[in-house]
C-alpha cells in the first residue's frame, strides 16, 4: 500500500528557529506538493514540483521559505526564522501528471503539525 | 479563484441524505472530491472530468455541470463514518498540471 510519508509529525520550536520538513512522495509518481493548512485559511498551496523541477512557489513567503526536492525520493520544506503565524499542519502530496489526459489525483502525507511559540 | 462549498456545514442523523455543492467562476477541467477526518490528512473521493459521467461508490456519488461550472456531492443514507469536512479541488486546465485549488470545505457530522 504505497503512501506518502512525512517528518516530523510534530514539530514544536520557538520563534526565530530553523524548521525542516521531509516528505517521501510515492515511487514514482513525477509531481510533488506543499500545502499549508489552518482553520482561517484553509488548504493553501504553498508550492510545487514536477521532476523535481519547481513549478510554481507563489504561494509561499519568499523571505523565510524555501522548498526542494534534492532527489526524487525527498522533499523539504524549510522555514527560517520561523515565526508564531507559521503554525500550522503543512501536507505533502504526490500524484502523477503532465503525461497527457488524466484521472489522477493527488495523494495526501499525515502532515505535519507545526507550532512556533 | 477558489471555488465556494454550500452549505459550510451540515448535521445530519444517520440515515438521512446531503449534498454538498462546489462552484467555480472559472470554467473547470476537472473537479476532486476529498473527506476530511479530524487530525487526519484530506483523502481522496473522487474525480470529475469535463465530459463525463456521474461517478459514485457505495453511497457516495457526484456530478458535474460543465455550464454552471458546478460540481454536487450526494450522500445517500449518511453513516457515522461520513462525518468530517469534505472538500472540492478544482483544476482549470486541460494541461494536467495537477494543481488544484480547493474550497473552503464543509464540516458533515452525522449523528446516531
Known amino acids: 500500500d504505497a503512501r506518502v510519508t512525512q517528518t516530523p509529525r510534530d514539530k514544536v520550536t520557538e520563534m526565530g528557529q530553523e524548521v525542516t520538513m521531509r516528505c517521501q512522495p510515492i515511487l514514482g509518481h513525477n509531481t510533488v506538493f506543499w500545502y499549508r493548512q489552518t482553520m482561517m485559511q484553509g488548504l493553501e498551496l504553498l508550492a510545487y514540483?514536477?521532476?523535481?523541477?519547481?513549478?510554481?512557489d507563489s504561494g509561499m513567503p519568499k523571505d523565510r521559505f524555501s522548498a526542494e526536492m534534492p532527489d526524487a525520493t525527498l522533499a523539504t520544506l524549510k522555514i527560517q526564522p520561523s515565526e508564531p503565524r507559521d503554525s500550522a499542519v503543512y501536507f505533502c502530496?504526490?500524484?502523477?501528471f503532465g503525461q497527457g489526459p488524466s484521472t489522477d489525483t493527488q495523494y495526501f502525507g499525515p502532515g505535519t503539525r507545526l507550532t512556533v511559540l | 479563484q477558489q471555488p465556494v462549498q454550500s452549505p459550510q456545514a451540515v448535521i445530519l442523523r444517520e440515515g438521512e441524505d446531503a449534498v454538498i455543492n462546489c462552484s467555480s467562476s472559472?470554467?473547470?477541467?476537472?473537479v476532486h472530491w476529498y473527506r476530511q477526518k479530524h487530525g487526519e490528512a484530506p483523502v481522496f473521493l473522487m474525480i470529475l472530468l469535463k465530459g463525463g459521467e456521474q461517478k459514485g461508490h457505495d453511497k457516495i456519488s457526484a456530478s458535474f455541470n460543465e455550464k454552471k461550472q458546478q460540481s454536487s456531492l450526494y450522500l445517500t443514507a449518511s453513516q457515522l463514518s461520513y462525518s468530517g469536512t469534505y472538500f472540492c479541488?478544482?483544476?482549470?486546465?486541460?494541461?494536467?498540471?495537477?494543481?488544484?485549488?480547493f474550497g473552503q470545505g464543509t464540516t458533515l457530522q452525522v449523528k446516531p
Open positions: 472559472k470554467a473547470l477541467y476537472s
Open positions: 502530496a504526490s500524484g502523477l
Open positions: 479541488g478544482t483544476e482549470s486546465s486541460a494541461s494536467n498540471t495537477g494543481k488544484l485549488i
Open positions: 514540483f514536477r521532476n523535481r523541477a519547481p513549478l510554481d
